[in-house]
Each structure stands twice: as C-alpha cells, then as structure tokens.
C-alpha cells in the first residue's frame, strides 16, 4: 500500500473514532462523501476527490463560477450552487453611455445666422438624444447633434437625455457653454 493510502486510512480511521465519541459528538451535516479514485497507474497514487466546477456566462461579457470537493454543482439560467452558495449574475445595464457636449460654432446674443452648433461626439448606434437648455432656444431638440439660438447674453446648460427602445434606463448628461454679445462675436 502507498504511503498516501496508509496515511488516508489513518485520517479516516481517526476522524471516525473522533466521530463516536461519546456526548461531545457535533451533529455533521450529511452529503455525498468525498471518492477517492486510483490513478490507474501502479503506484496507486491518489488522483482526485469527487468534485466538480461550473461556469456560467452572463450577460455583459462577464461570467461567474463556483466548485465543490463534494460533487454538489448546480447552474440555471442565472445563477450557479456549490454545496449550497448561490452565485447570481450581476445586472445588466442596458442605459446609453454618458457622452461629452463638444461646442462646433459657438452662439451669439442675439443670434443670427449660423446659430450655434453642439454635438455628441462618437454618438451610440440605435440610442436617441434628447437635447433640452435653459436660456437657448433650440432649432431640433432630436439627434447627435443641436443648433440653437441664445437668449440672453451669458451662461447656458445643454442638457441631453439618452434612451435605447426597449430599455426603461435612461442616462441624462450635461454641459455649460456662454453666448457672448454679438457686438464682440464677429
């Protein structure tokens, strides 16, 4: 017999007369016991325990994955139990990324031909962009990109909402910018 196997049955041998022994026994949680399975090769190494590994991929590129040396896996759809821990996916988020405000013409008070110009640069396929301001008047308030009319010399915010059809995440970013007077713009 291996030296391993002697010292396994020793272990076990052990830990049973532990086992019952007397009123401080301790009541063990009962499950599959760990199998010892032979290499096959004429050393009798020991290979592995009876265990398992499972590994799910969620949504958004990540995955999760949890083990057992007792043989207790478990997966569905969105979570994974190893000798019962549950692992669940993380949500996903499927709200527009926040984007910067880039000033492409600036605008003037009071406004005249070519308004000011503002845009979203590397806008996301399929997202719309709602643009709202205090203190301009936008010409098209829809898209990547607004032209706008100040209304007063000074300070204004373009605010942008960013919302994907299907999705009830929304993502609202924003930006300030000044309209100076006409006299000193040209």
Same mark, same amino acid.
């Given at each position: 017999?291996?030296?391993?196997?002697?010292?396994?049955?020793?272990?076990?041998?052990? %830990?049973?007369?532990?086992?019952?022994?007397?009123?401080?026994?301790? &009541?063990?949680?009962?499950?599959?016991?760990?199998?010892?399975?032979?290499? *096959? =090769?004429?050393?009798? =190494? $020991?290979?592995?325990?009876?265990?398992?590994?499972?590994? %799910?991929? /969620?949504?958004? *590129? #990540?995955?999760?994955?949890?083990?057992? %040396?007792? +043989? =207790? /896996? &478990?997966?569905?759809?969105?979570?994974?139990?190893?000798?019962?821990?549950? &692992?669940?996916?993380?949500?996903? !988020?499927?709200?527009?990324?926040?984007?910067?405000? #880039?000033?492409?013409?600036?605008? /003037?008070?009071?406004?005249?031909?070519?308004?000011?110009?503002?845009?979203?640069?590397?806008?996301?396929?399929? $997202?719309?962009? #709602?643009?709202?301001?205090?203190?301009?008047?936008?010409?098209?308030?829809?898209?990547?990109? $607004?032209? %706008?009319?100040?209304?007063?010399? +000074?300070?204004?915010?373009?605010?942008?909402?960013?919302?994907?059809? +299907?999705? @009830?995440?929304?993502? #609202?970013?924003? @930006?300030?910018?000044? @309209?100076? =007077?006409?006299? !000193?713009?040209?």
């Amino acid at each position: 017999m291996s030296p391993i196997r002697i010292s396994l049955a020793l272990l076990a041998t052990t %830990l049973l007369a532990i086992g019952c022994g007397g009123p401080e026994e301790q &009541r063990i949680e009962e499950g599959p016991a760990p199998v010892l399975e032979s290499s *096959g =090769d004429t050393a009798g =190494d $020991v290979q592995a325990f009876n265990a398992c590994t499972v590994t %799910l991929a /969620c949504p958004g *590129g #990540t995955s999760i994955q949890c083990g057992s %040396l007792l +043989g =207790d /896996c &478990r997966s569905t759809t969105k979570s994974v139990t190893c000798d019962g821990v549950t &692992r669940t996916c993380g949500p996903t !988020s499927c709200a527009p990324a926040r984007k910067s405000i #880039t000033e492409n013409i600036s605008v /003037c008070y009071p406004s005249s031909h070519p308004y000011g110009r503002y845009s979203i640069p590397s806008p996301e396929s399929g $997202v719309t962009y #709602t643009w709202s301001s205090n203190y301009a008047s936008l010409h098209n308030n829809t898209g990547s990109y $607004v032209v %706008l009319s100040a209304t007063s010399v +000074g300070y204004f915010t373009l605010y942008v909402t960013a919302s994907r059809p +299907g999705c @009830a995440q929304t993502t #609202t970013f924003s @930006a300030d910018f000044y @309209a100076e =007077d006409a006299a !000193s713009c040209f």
